[in-house]
Antibody, heavy 118, light 107 residues
Framework: QVQLEQSGTEVKKPGASVRVSCRAS????????VAWVRQAPGQGLEWMGW????????NYAQKLQDRVTMTTDTSTSTAYMELRSLRSDDTATYYC???????????WGQGTLVTVSS | DIQMTQSPPSLSASVGDRVTLTCRAS??????LAWFQQKPGKAPKPLIY???NLQSGVPSRFSGSGSGTDFTLTISTLQSEDFATYYC?????????FGGGTKVEIK
């Protein structure tokens, strides 16, 4: 069965960086994109960007473009999202999701809480 | 960017009710419209893709319709497990964007 397993809770100070991992199983990793979506406490869903594990192509939300990097390791079927220069408003739960151009995000990870606090 | 507007922001309904949620895009999105259900503390659950296609395992009481810029999600007979927040998302063009959500609460 398709599963996306994310890394654990993170607590970071302002200005630091965080890297969240998302290990995929149950399907051919390179056949689907991986999207990253975040949700601040009590708020809605925000699309952060997308990466193709097959090509390495990415597409980032403009507001995060200067601070975010998405990568994949096809040898371990793992996607990574790194966010730099963290601010308090980056406090959120971060989700990865398997994505295709036809069905959108059809499987999601369990979420990773990232708290940014001094 | 394509703006997605959901209405109403919240609604109160009873078990057994028929409920209709609306999502409007700021431009034509060629039916690349998905719906998600989210419960507190949980990841979003995919319900519908391509405006009207049920994701695998989704109960048939959920249905989606619409085209162009206007879309609806209908729950034909509301069940207790359906009380949640629902989000639409356009995936026609980058950046992908979500609506603000509709919270379905118990009356």
């Amino acid at each position: 069965q398709v599963q996306l397993e994310q890394s654990g809770t993170e607590v970071k100070k302002p200005g630091a960086s965080v890297r969240v991992s998302c290990r995929a199983s149950g399907y051919t990793f390179t056949n689907y994109g991986v999207a990253w979506v975040r949700q601040a406490p009590g708020q809605g869903l925000e699309w952060m960007g997308w990466i193709s594990p097959y090509t390495g192509n990415t597409n980032y939300a403009q507001k995060l473009q200067d601070r975010v990097t998405m990568t994949t390791d096809t040898s371990t079927s793992t996607a990574y999202m790194e966010l730099r220069s963290l601010r308090s408003d980056d406090t959120a739960t971060y989700y990865c999701a398997r994505e295709s151009s036809s069905t959108s995000a059809d499987y999601w990870g369990q979420g990773t809480l990232v708290t940014v606090s001094s | 960017d394509i703006q997605m507007t959901q209405s109403p922001p919240s609604l109160s309904a009873s078990v057994g009710d028929r409920v209709t949620l609306t999502c409007r895009a700021s431009q034509v999105i060629n039916n690349y419209l998905a719906w998600f259900q989210q419960k507190p503390g949980k990841a979003p659950k995919p319900l519908i893709y391509s405006a009207s296609n049920l994701q695998s395992g989704v109960p048939s009481r959920f249905s989606g319709s619409g085209s162009g810029t206007d879309f609806t999600l209908t729950i034909s007979t509301l069940q207790s497990e359906d009380f949640a927040t629902y989000y639409c998302q356009q995936y026609n063009s980058y950046p992908l964007t979500f609506g603000g959500g509709t919270k379905v609460e118990i009356k």
